[in-house]
């Protein structure tokens, strides 16, 4: 059977699943994303140089690698395009024959990104704190069916059609909360240019990919955004507005479940958050300043808005969960050199609401908001784990907190990352992700 495997952020984003799909994408021949759009932000290091991946799957840095641009994903052609001339002149190549858009993709056109502005600025209070790339507005065009797909747009009647459908009523909802109106035959002269520039990409993706899985060549699907962001299981309604779990892999490419071999769970060594919503272990009040050290020694601000980034303690409840949801096969555990200079680490075992022990993961995010985690203490292990290969290199706690991590999920871990650097990652010898890594 062919190599199709998942890579999924099992917490809210940033997990560092950049480096992880990099690592992983030399040993696939196709690398594909199944939803989102330029929401997402990967950083991948290599060497001195740093690639920024917001669309274009991170499988563009390694020669000779396919990247599919799914049928889940909701696609801004003028984003597509600056990403790749940036690309390109960071000296990759983005070329039709390694770049495959899905006919059947949404666009993310201006009027998206204009109602996304007017979204957030009508909840107030209560916004999202959305990325304001009119991920949203297109994800609703789309299961409103009035949504724009790639293949559409090379029809210009039909392009043009549906773009005065749709301004007619974007307008009016711009125009009520004090925008600026957006004119048709802009609009349609905008997305034409590029949709032209775009057609050589254009291909059936789904067909794509099953017969390459058919002929056995390996699939690396890689999750944007993460579980606890997604629209179904995510901390509704401050989620994004795709299925970013293991199910939504199949929606968003086309390929059927039993395809799927493997899902790997991008964890990070404790927890943060960009955008509102509830984050019960976040260093609030007493730990502002630990917050405040973990985001500087985590280099945590967004990679697509540049957003500081909340950040808390490693919550095992919610990460079991996350482990359920996406039947986790292996974890890749990242950034557990951030957490060296602490002295306590504490983690996240359950929580507890109105006195009681919370059973499962709280659908309503009210209930989120209220909850009190219940925390285990381990010690610290102050020494530099920085660059370690070896497991057995580890100091002790810091194994010790590994092996806790791995009980508490009820997962493997695979991989654990010591730094942002291909090379400074210790791999489990014997574990599936080993097993990936191995086999092309
Ligand atoms: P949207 O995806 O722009 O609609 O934003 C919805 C929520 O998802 C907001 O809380 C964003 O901050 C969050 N979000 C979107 N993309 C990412 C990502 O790549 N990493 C982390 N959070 C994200």
């Given at each position: 059977m062919s190599k199709v495997i998942v890579v999924i952020g099992a917490q809210w984003g940033d997990e560092g699943k950049g480096k992880i799909v990099d690592l992983l994408a030399e040993r696939f021949d196709i690398v594909s994303r199944y939803q989102g759009g330029h929401n997402a932000g990967h950083s991948v290091y290599v060497g001195e140089r740093a690639f920024v991946l917001h669309?274009?799957?991170?499988?563009?840095?390694?020669?000779?690698k396919t990247c599919v641009l799914g049928n889940g994903m909701v696609i801004d052609p003028k984003a597509f395009f600056e990403e790749a001339d940036r690309l390109a002149a960071q000296g990759l190549e983005v070329t039709p024959e390694r770049v495959l858009v899905s006919s059947r993709a949404h666009l993310i056109l201006p009027y998206h990104r204009a109602l996304d502005h007017t979204s957030e600025e009508r909840l107030g209070?209560?916004?999202?704190?959305?990325?304001?790339?009119g991920i949203g507005p297109a994800y609703e065009d789309k299961a409103g069916r009035r949504g724009i797909r790639v293949a559409d747009a090379l029809v210009p009647e039909v392009l043009r059609a549906r773009i005065e459908r749709n301004l007619e009523d974007a307008n009016r909802i711009i125009e009520a909360y004090g925008g600026q109106a957006l004119d048709v035959e802009e609009v349609f002269a905008e997305t034409s240019r590029l949709t032209e520039r775009l057609a050589p990409f254009i291909a059936d993706t789904t067909h794509f990919l099953n017969r390459a899985a058919r002929e056995g060549r390996s699939i690396l699907i890689e999750g944007a955004q993460a579980t606890l962001l997604d629209v179904d299981h995510g901390t509704y309604p401050f989620v994004?507005?795709?299925?970013?779990?293991?199910?939504g892999a199949s929606i968003g490419t086309?390929?059927?479940?039993?395809?799927?071999?493997g899902v790997l769970g991008i964890v990070r060594t404790y927890t943060t958050r960009v955008g509102e919503g509830p984050f019960p272990t976040e260093m609030l009040e007493g730990e502002a300043e630990l917050g405040q050290l973990i985001r500087k020694r985590g280099r945590e601000y967004g990679a697509s808005t540049g957003r500081p980034r909340r950040c808390g303690w490693f919550d095992a409840f919610a990460t079991r969960y996350a482990a359920e949801i996406n039947g986790f096969t292996s974890v890749a555990l990242t950034k557990l050199d951030v957490l060296d200079a602490l002295d306590q680490i504490k983690v996240c075992t359950g929580y507890r609401l109105d006195g009681r022990e919370v059973?499962?993961?709280?659908?309503v995010s009210q209930d989120l908001r209220r909850v009190e985690p219940v925390y285990d203490t381990l010690p610290g292990w102050n020494t530099s784990t920085e660059?370690?290969?070896?497991?057995?290199?580890?100091p002790l706690n810091a194994r010790a907190y590994v092996e806790y991590l791995s009980r508490a999920m009820d997962v493997e871990i695979g991989l654990v990352s010591t730094g942002p650097e291909r090379d400074q990652t210790i791999l489990n010898p014997g574990s599936a992700l080993d097993a990936w890594l191995k086999t092309q």
């Open positions: 669309l274009i799957p991170s499988g563009i840095i390694h020669r000779g209070n209560e916004r999202v704190g959305t990325t304001l790339r994004t507005s795709s299925s970013t779990t293991a199910g086309g390929l059927a479940p039993h395809r799927i071999t059973e499962s993961f709280p659908a660059g370690i290969t070896e497991m057995s290199r580890l």
